[in-house]
């Protein structure tokens, strides 16, 4: 069974500017949560999404955004970057909610 | 807002000796799981814990949940190279409809010594 993937691997992006990142599941996963990962903060959960609508959001700015297609894919959007966005974006699904199956992430620079 | 603190931040420790991690918090969670992480990739779960008191023994990794559930450890007999990486706890909160959240610790970076 394939796992998560994740696109793009690596970004780098500008201050202001606006990215999109892209999450596949686990085929009959119908769960998927985002995160954040930084030095300083740990992992922290932005979003849920479970049949196309969000059933759960983290403590972030409204520049952060997703939303989930009739496959169970997933998009986050990040607008207007600020440098501080610079991270690894986590990506995990899941058949219960319970148990999540991390994708290897999206590293992303904001300069 | 559930917090999970991990013990000790950062460990270094020769090959064959044991070691064991704590993730504490003032909460109950519905469940605890513990992930490792290598850099540049994501997370990979290793157990999950769901009753009070429950031992869960993966080969030499033994996972203890509290009997309140706040609470969880792992333990690592022999360490070898190959278990280097980040561990991470994480909460399960059952936050409705099915809909669960983790919340992380921030980890225990684990170096084995050769």
């Known amino acids: 069974k394939a796992g998560v993937t994740q696109t793009p691997r690596y970004l780098i992006k500008t201050r202001g500017q606006q990215v999109t990142l892209s999450c596949s599941p686990i085929?009959?996963?119908?769960?998927v949560s985002w995160y954040q990962q930084t030095p300083g903060q740990g992992l922290q959960f932005l979003f849920e999404?479970?049949?196309?609508?969000?059933?759960n959001k983290g403590n972030f700015p409204g520049r952060f955004s997703g939303r989930q297609f009739s496959n169970s894919r997933s998009e986050m959007n990040v607008s207007t970057l600020e440098l501080g966005d610079s991270a690894l974006y986590l990506c995990a699904s899941s058949w219960t909610g319970n148990e999540q199956f991390f994708g290897p992430g999206t590293r992303l620079t904001v300069l | 807002t559930q917090l999970l603190e991990q013990s000790p931040q950062f460990l270094s420790i020769q090959e064959g000796e044991n070691l064991t991690v704590y993730c504490n918090s003032s909460s109950v969670f519905s469940s605890l799981q513990w992930y490792r992480q290598e850099p540049g990739e994501g997370p990979v779960l290793l157990v999950t814990v769901v009753t009070g008191g429950e031992v869960k023994k993966l080969k030499r990794l033994t996972f203890q949940f509290g009997d309140a559930r706040k609470d969880s450890s792992l333990h690592i007999t022999a360490a070898q190279p190959g278990d280097t990486g980040l561990y991470l706890c994480?909460?399960?909160?059952?936050?409705?409809?099915?809909?669960?959240?983790?919340?992380f610790g921030k980890g225990t970076k684990l170096s084995v010594i050769p």
């Open positions: 999404y479970f049949s196309e609508t969000q059933r």
């Open positions: 085929s009959g996963h119908r769960s």
């Open positions: 994480a909460g399960a909160d059952d936050s409705g409809a099915g809909s669960y959240q983790l919340t």
